[in-house]
């Protein structure tokens, strides 16, 4: 399995609802990140997880709320997002943080907030 | 510090000729370069990396970089353009952390 897989592909959500993006690989990568894209621009780092363990945040509001409950998976709970939070969000892995081997990209979540 | 210039925001080529896609790159150390295809509404797929190995690479669907220390430069090529190689191009950096630095992206158009 050569995948990183995200569910759902496309959300809408309200400012009020509270919904979680996933993230899936069984590569055996022990990093995984959060991206955010916005249209013609390019991914944004969000969050990073090394070991299950959150290595790098950036400066990202608290309405955004990581978690890595395991190796393979990695979700992103969202709440009281604003309209601005529209964007494809994306999620990678690589085999360890600290190797430059690249990332594995999964196809996004194109998130709608109204 | 890290950072990628793509030379040109759009590139427009007729399908069959040759496809150029420019990138500069600024780093304190060693780089990882990277080029990355995103076809719309997709997620990033890994086209081709230099990791101080030979300095031509040779990726998937006939694209290929040259790194050129001298004029910190990794330029994309490929001989003759596909329809389907329209899409999004990053050009990436990365740091011994593995942390990415990206270009903000070259449109490929490829006209019939």
């Known amino acids: 399995d050569t995948e990183v897989t995200q569910t759902p592909k496309h959300l809408v959500m309200g400012m009020t609802n509270k919904k979680s993006l996933k993230c899936e690989q069984h590569?055996?990568?022990?990093?995984m990140y959060w991206y955010k894209q916005k249209a013609k621009k390019p991914p944004e780092l969000m969050f990073v997880?090394?070991?299950?363990?959150?290595?790098i945040n950036e400066s990202v509001p608290s309405r955004f709320s990581p978690e890595c409950p395991n190796s393979s998976l990695l979700n992103l709970h969202l709440h009281a997002l604003q309209p601005e939070d529209s964007a494809l969000y994306l999620c990678?892995?690589?085999?360890?943080?600290?190797?430059?081997?690249?990332?594995?990209f999964g196809s996004g979540t194109r998130l709608t907030v109204v | 510090a890290q950072s990628v210039t793509q030379l040109d925001s759009h590139v427009s080529v007729s399908e069959g000729t040759p496809v150029l896609l420019r990138c500069n790159y600024s780093?304190?150390?060693?780089?990882?370069l990277f080029w990355y295809v995103q076809h719309p509404n997709k997620g990033l797929q890994l086209l081709l990396k230099?990791?101080?190995?030979?300095?031509l690479v040779k990726g998937i669907n006939g694209f290929e970089a040259e790194f050129k220390k001298s004029e910190t430069s990794f330029h994309l090529t490929k001989p003759s353009a596909h329809m389907s190689d329209a899409a999004e191009y990053f050009c990436?950096?990365?740091?011994?952390?593995?942390?990415?630095?990206f270009g903000t992206g070259t449109s490929l158009t490829v006209i019939p």
């Open positions: 590569m055996g990568h022990r990093a």
């Open positions: 230099y990791t101080s190995a030979a300095t």
């Open positions: 997880y090394s070991y299950e363990k959150l290595s």
């Open positions: 990678a892995s690589s085999r360890d943080q600290g190797q430059t081997y690249g990332y594995t």
């Open positions: 990436v950096v990365s740091d011994p952390g593995n942390q990415f630095y």
């Open positions: 780093s304190s150390y060693s780089p990882s």
